[in-house]
């Protein structure tokens, strides 16, 4: 059986529980799907890979090394959707003043202190010419922006999902995503978070009600020849 993220960390008898109840089925990938990726700015994971608490010495946003863990298989989605023509778009933290001050930056106090090189994409999966890029205020990418608009300008009915945190801008982007009644696909080897523990967890929970949690290699699979 193939490993979950979240196996040894969720106990059988929850996960027999869920199946009971139904939970966990996959919807699939539609016709024309768009490419999320999430944040992948030097402020989640530092300038190099580096253990989490020396990375957040450069900025206390950082994931560390497990934000470095994602770039390959991001890139690597990345050109494929290029290729096939598809829609990579870039829902990114936007810089924060004053006006920014609020409840959501009340919870997370480190998010007005980020020096601006850390607002940079990280340059490895940078956007190119052609590449929506969409500046956001709060978690989910579809909250105050116009993401679903273009999403349906483009003819897109599914969106597979990169980036961080997995247990905040990902998670809020799937539900929503999923609210809006598109086939959605969180990339298990291509999200990232803080907290392994809090990574598995959410990933659990959107995998058995919001999307389709699977690997890089998997969803290329699924994209079709």
């Not at 349906?152 to 009644?181: E, F």
């Amino acid at each position: 059986m193939t490993k979950r993220p979240w196996d040894g960390i969720v106990p059988e008898s929850e996960l027999e529980v869920y199946r009971k109840a139904g939970l966990g089925g996959s919807s699939g990938i539609g016709k024309r799907a768009a490419l999320l990726v999430i944040d992948v700015q030097y402020r989640s994971m530092g300038e190099s890979p580096k253990p989490i608490l020396e990375s957040m010495q450069e900025f206390g946003t950082s994931c560390g090394e497990a934000g470095w863990r994602a770039i390959p298989g991001i890139a690597r989605l990345i050109a494929e959707f290029r290729k096939r023509g598809l829609p990579v778009i870039y829902p990114y933290v936007a810089p924060k003043g004053k006006h920014h001050e609020g409840a959501f930056t009340a919870k997370m106090t480190g998010l007005m202190g980020v020096p601006l090189r850390g607002y940079d994409f990280v340059k490895e999966i940078a956007p190119e010419p052609g590449d929506l890029q969409l500046p956001k205020n709060q978690a989910s990418a579809f909250f105050g922006t116009p993401l679903a608009s273009h999403l349906v300008q483009m003819g897109v009915d599914s969106v597979v999902i990169t980036g961080c945190t997995t247990s905040g801008c990902v998670r809020g982007t799937a539900v929503d995503a999923n609210a809006y009644n598109y086939k959605v696909v969180v990339v298990e080897d291509c999200v990232y978070d803080r907290s392994p523990t809090s990574h598995a967890v959410n990933l659990f929970d959107i995998a058995h009600k919001y999307a389709d949690v699977v690997t890089a290699d998997e969803t290329i699979a699924l994209l079709g020849n």
